[in-house]
């Protein structure tokens, strides 16, 4: 079915436009597993380092397996070398209650992100975090 492109003396929505900017876009879901240490150290839990203009809308944590409140962070190297706060958030406290999924949106860019996770208190083992995400080229 051809795409509808509005004509002059027609109103572009901002429905049309992104109709026509995602129309043909693939994009590769991934799953995996992060292992989260016992101990109550900041660690790089996941880092994402594209090669080109890369969508990321939204990575799941999947934080059933965490037994104390865990300090998830958000990092961007914004200069291309520093990695910098962005966000910061406390599972469960500043999420729904009895949510054990946390998504963690980002945004369209070419440049390294991470995502720390910091335990208040020793888990006493490490813990399993699946997670999931769905990326696109945007090159």
């Known amino acids: 079915m051809p795409l509808h492109i509005p004509t002059l003396g027609e109103r572009v929505t901002e429905a049309d436009i992104w109709t026509y900017a995602t129309r043909n876009l693939t994009g590769i879901e991934a799953t995996g597993t992060i292992a989260h240490p016992a101990g109550v150290g900041e660690e790089d839990s996941l ?33 291309d070398t520093n990695y910098r706060l962005i966000s910061s958030a406390v599972f469960p406290t500043d999420f729904p209650t009895n949510a054990k999924g946390v998504p963690i949106e980002l945004y369209p860019m070419s440049v390294d992100w991470k995502i720390t996770l910091q335990s208040g208190v020793t888990e006493g083992v490490s813990r399993d975090i699946p997670f999931r995400h769905v990326r696109r080229s945007l090159a």
Do not use: G, H
């Open 47 to 79: 880092e994402i380092s594209p090669a080109e203009l890369i969508d990321y809308p939204i990575i799941l944590l999947d934080m059933n397996a965490l037994t104390q409140d865990t300090t998830i962070r958000t990092y961007i190297k914004i200069d």
